[in-house]
């Protein structure tokens, strides 16, 4: 099988540095174009990334020249795909001219993840969203996917078997966030050191209304789930790893093991067609008082590629201030499991379903 | 007027210090005894304690020999007041011992709080509660009164005003505690590093128990308030500080700028009383998006003696996913106003109620 | 005796902000005018400064206007002394032209620095320096003093009493610098959690010649000091205090013993004539074997106002790999005793001697 | 080719997990038993490890009981090979015991590393070294083979190529050292976070007395290298990775060229026999101005087997204040390439010298 010719869009930020790790060496995509802010086309990626993730840049990507984001030079390289890691600012535009001109593109970006015929995919929660696509199709050439925000992935993975076995009335979330999810230059070490900053812009909002079309059902257009859902989302001095403290009231009465049985068990369509980045459980449990830990569990998933893509759950209790309350601890990887990663897992669902 | 001689037993730890440092130049106490654990007996606290607060050891408490922690040593100097801050394993027994002498002990302990003759008492939230010894005293010449768990004495006044005005029906509480509540030695930095802990032994029963023996009321013997709460503990990589996330459901609706004023214009018995460690607002309100934050508001509070005792509140939002729902964040400085400052403003309002 | 009343250019940065405070209630000197970059212009300090160092923003500097760093503004509101903590690219221009126009000018940027008429000055250590503005006179209306970079502040202190004493022939430096030295913005956190980074752009180079002059005579013109100076320097993971690792070849021989005794028994012009920020006590020797450390010695300094601006040095050993090798670990406070605050010590020693 | 059964003494610990993971799927070793301190014999290792390093604990090694430090159950379980991680108040007495009972065993304890009859070896510096045993076998049925101290070694090996080529007169190092070199509990978090301590104890004295034995020759006894050397050790808040300032005098002159020319040039007896856990490259030269960093380069070292395993070394420096004068910084993983990995590396040059 030939593999398909992808761009990265956004290359050189933290977000576009994991999907060049994940894709330097994948078994369906090759990474043709790899673009990013104007002053760096036309140099080679290894000149200018600052690169910061495990591991050394790959070999086979240091000497490709960053090309500007534009159609002719997708449709010169002979790309197929194409991943967004775009800076919000200019993501809605190019995401769509690139759609537009026929191309796929998968995005983590907000710019489009609410549009009304845009599916906003976890693959193991709500592949079936995917049907979305047709409506678009009525309207452009190409498509667009999305991801979607790092603290709503594993918050999501980690109700929706719950909601599936017992329904799920009201949530309320806390989080704990890693400074990566505010970019390599977001959070100045002055801020951050012996310090939390208890806020984190637009991500409340966020978290609170993806959700709910993630957790909803596509019938002529996305029916949003009815939950009740709050958060309170805060930064914390750790690299890598969002930590969410969560709350909440099922509808059919669950017991702490009901719902660790139920985690434990749940796979998703990713698992089932074995796709390449999907690990083998989507939820990892674990049974030490203290665990997870965003240092020590950040990096779960087997196989190997499927590294930080497993989300971990711990401290799994009953909530008595609640009527049928559950409180548990959640950690995930919030530039794998809830960007990059996330999206390629996407795209991998895509070409399994024959549409790329 | 001649000052109480005061001892302070566990005066090496960190919570021990706190207390050398606040009461090394108070207007109504004056240091007589430094006791530590048997092997610093006999030496000077200037030559064993590890100093690690702001600024350096007061002069007038280096050259203090250790004494161990006997009545008699007690009665030979005098003392009329008894600080613990003694480790959990030996303060029962020691704590009992000496108000059977006829000492009044003032604890940070957790070992009588909880006792049904023992006041666990926040002086702005629950000076009546004072009126317990009266039982006590009517077993034993002296008195114990307890001050509550570092994170349930910010949580206990923030709710303290809400409760009051509109009735608190369920409250859920997510911590980020800082690394001081665990002691110099408790978290090792390979532990915390780029890393959290998403558990605290015990102290999410201990927050959950004393918040409803505090908002409670006694006649007769502790009534417990009726509230429905909550608690997950989590420990983060800050210095000192504890910030907590609060959830709540009122009785009656409150709006945002309702709870604020309320918060704002609270006042209890010490500020009526002008205790020396009185901070003029128990509760300061930030109002800037991203506050308050442990290493910049930690040490909030007025006048100068009162540093580290206000607790600071931010982000106060309607919380929609909670009918009648509010949350906001909370700060308070874990080992002067949740431990050290809080008993020794306890002590003032003894004194000023002539119970010593 | 009236205020001398004074203008902050660069008010807003962190140098700024020891500055703010440092001036807020000072005896001499009052703030008259606060300049920053031209987006500020025409709003009050308090709403755009973001105010990070220890206690809050001074009430009394909170309604000022910011104004634009013109020669015009500052003759309006009757200012006569100018203290620059500007952005190095446009330092140069400025504070050229402030002089020009009559004002005298006390800089902590290196634009100046190594101008041969200007004097580089450590008010303990090379007062007599001043002298140089003679020849600034001439030429135009007022004149610059610079003070050196943070890094060298504590080395040339440390040195002097050792050079005066023995002569130094060589020296090595190893620095551990903190953060704040690179600005608010400087390092991103994703840059040294968990990280150190051994390379400070232009330090070592500055280093090396600033000490050469302060160290130096000046008779008709600076006669730089005659020692070989090496040194390399490197960021670490602390918010505020420099430290340096020093090894030394003496010419005369001398014990630690001896070092140690000179250091303690250092006092400068500003001791001799009380200058109000001037530390009692110029190096605190710590005799603990793991001192100085930085969280816990950076604020050394007595009185209350020269708090950060004694240095301290401990660790002070005979190093046997050099001839009369001598080597020690110092500490200062990066940006008040290494920017600000002996800004302000430069200031009062030219008032002291009717300069201004 | 049947492996060759190994012990690990000190299982539990930084070292010691290092080992066991290392050691866990090696092609030439097989972990036949693994030993802790007499309160965790009878467990099982998966039970009552505190597994903290990257990946998880390996499957294999999980239920195997530990055992205690005897003879009767090496011999019991058909040992040949003892890797001792002991802490240093036992090491001496058991490392002798099990030699005299025939062991080989590899030390990274200091014990016995000055012992006239033993070996300090890195073999890529001096395997030749190991020559030493035959006055050992004379003594006894086993030997004892050890390796430096974690900051020795990545010294050791960038001096080396210098030494041999340049001639060394006079060294000067400054290290930035890792809070895991003090072991798990070894620095509180209270201790380090925004701060440093400028102390680690005997690390000095051994860093000094170890360079010169294992620079020196072995002809009838250790004869100790001719150089000059002084050390001042630092501790400092990043979790792996111990980085070196080196200030150093070379006999012959050499360029900065001539010394990256050298190193990057070196090999050793390991990369000539192509020993297993043998980096291809045991000095890695990076040229940005501001590498080595303990985060991103700790873990050099190519292939996969060998990662940590190679140290790193950046910004080679004229340095002017010395005669012939060359300054460099280098980083080497203190827990690999500083410990565990240098043992196994000893343990394979053994073998494959049929010393084993």
Known sequence: MDKIKVAILGATGMVGQRYVRLLSNHPWFDISVLSASSSSVGKKYGEI??????????????????????????KKEGVELIFSALPSEVAYDIE???????????????????????????????????????????KRKGIIVTGPNCTTIGLAISLKPIHDE?????VLVSTMQALSGAGYFGVPSMAILDNLIPYIKNEEEKVTKEILK???????????ANIKIGA?????????????????ETIKKATPE??????????????????????????????EPDRPQPRI???????????????????????????????????????????AGNAILIAELLKAKNII
Chains 1, 2, 3, 4 share one sequence.
């Open 49 to 74: 990334v600052k690169w910061i993730i495990e591991d050394e840049i790959p070999e086979n990507v240091k000497d490709i020249t960053i090309l500007p984001a534009e159609v002719e030079e997708m």
């Open 96 to 138: 769509l001219k690139m759609a537009e001109a026929g191309f796929t593109v998968v995005s983590d970006t907000s710019a489009h993840r609410m549009d009304p015929d845009v599916p906003l995919v976890i693959p193991e929660v709500n592949s079936d969203h995917i049907i979305a696509i047709e409506e678009q199709k009525r």
């Open 166 to 170: 017992f329904g799920i009335k009201r």
């Open 214 to 224: 993630i957790l909803g059902k596509y019938e002529n257009g996305f029916k949003f």
């Open 232 to 248: 309170s989302c805060h930064r914390v001095c750790v690299l890598d790893g969002h930590t969410e403290v969560v709350f909440l």
């Open 258 to 287: 009901d719902i660790k049985y139920c985690m434990k068990n749940f796979k998703g369509e990713p698992q089932l067609l074995s796709l390449p980045t999907a690990p083998l459980q989507p939820i990892i449990i674990r049974e």
């Open 297 to 339: 569990d950040r990096l779960s998933g087997k196989p190997e590629r499927a590294k930080g893509m497993a989300i971990v759950v711990g401290r799994i209790r009953e909530e008595l201030a609640l009527d049928n309350g559950i409180k548990y601890i959640l950690l995930s990887h919030n530039t794998i499991r809830g960007a």
